[in-house]
């Protein structure tokens, strides 16, 4: 299995830029699809954005044209920068990794938090 970090979640006015982080150590080369859900207090956890070994990417309607998901296999890490941010994209976002066989692995999850 993969264990997964996450880092670089604050607080930000709405308007700004966070970059969150999401550090593999373990099988990393089993990893297949890697990618980002979100949960808004109050809400059940959602999915915001993938990206798979090969590059292709895909987003939820609410985050796209805002955030970018990328991916350095050679840091095993992936990275959503989230720009244009709104208050509604206040939450806790969790990083996870599909191997190519296996259960998914989750990393602790990062907070942030958008004020108006």
């Known amino acids: 299995q993969v264990q997964l970090v996450e880092s670089g979640g604050g607080l930000v006015q709405a308007g700004g830029s966070l970059r969150l982080s999401c550090a593999a150590s373990?099988?990393?080369?089993?990893?297949?699809?890697m990618g980002w859900h979100r949960q808004a207090p109050g809400k059940q956890r959602e999915w915001a954005a993938l990206?798979?070994?090969?590059?292709?990417?895909n987003y939820a309607d609410s985050v796209k044209g805002r955030f970018t998901i990328s991916r350095d296999n050679a840091k095993n890490t992936v990275y959503l920068q989230m720009n244009s941010l709104k208050p509604e994209d206040t939450g806790v976002y969790y990083c996870?990794?599909?191997?190519?066989?296996?259960?998914?692995?989750w990393g602790q999850g990062t907070q942030v938090i958008v004020s108006s």
């Open positions: 990206i798979t070994s090969g590059g292709t990417t």
């Open positions: 996870f990794a599909d191997a190519y066989s296996g259960p998914r692995s």
């Open positions: 373990g099988s990393f080369s089993r990893v297949n699809v």
